[in-house]
C-alpha cells in the first residue's frame, strides 16, 4: 500500500510531502517530510497541480491555513506566502 493508502484517506486524497525547498513557508509552518497536506484555506489538495494553483492564487504575505495528517492526527498549520 502506498503511504496515503494506508492511512485510510478517502479515494488515497492528499499531498505526501517528501522534501521542502529551503524557506518553504510549509516548512516554517511547522510541517515535515511524511506529512500529508490534505487542503489549503479548505480547498482539497488531491496532487502538487492542485496545490500549487490555490497558493500562486495568492499574494505573497498571504497566511493560509493548511490541513494535513502527521500519523494518525489531522492538524491545521498557518503559513505565510512568500514570493515565488
Not at 19 to 26: C, G, K, L, Q
Not at 57 to 80: D, H, S
Amino acid at each position: 500500500a502506498s503511504p496515503l493508502e494506508s492511512l485510510g484517506l478517502p479515494g488515497g486524497g492528499g499531498l505526501y510531502v517528501t522534501r521542502f525547498a529551503t524557506e518553504s513557508p510549509a516548512r516554517r509552518a511547522g510541517l515535515k517530510e511524511g506529512d500529508v497536506i490534505l487542503s489549503v484555506d479548505g480547498l482539497p489538495t488531491p496532487s502538487r497541480g492542485p496545490l500549487l494553483r490555490t497558493i500562486w492564487a495568492k499574494k505573497a504575505g498571504t497566511v493560509v491555513a493548511l490541513e494535513f495528517v502527521r500519523g494518525t492526527q489531522r492538524m491545521i498549520a498557518n503559513a505565510q506566502l512568500i514570493e515565488r
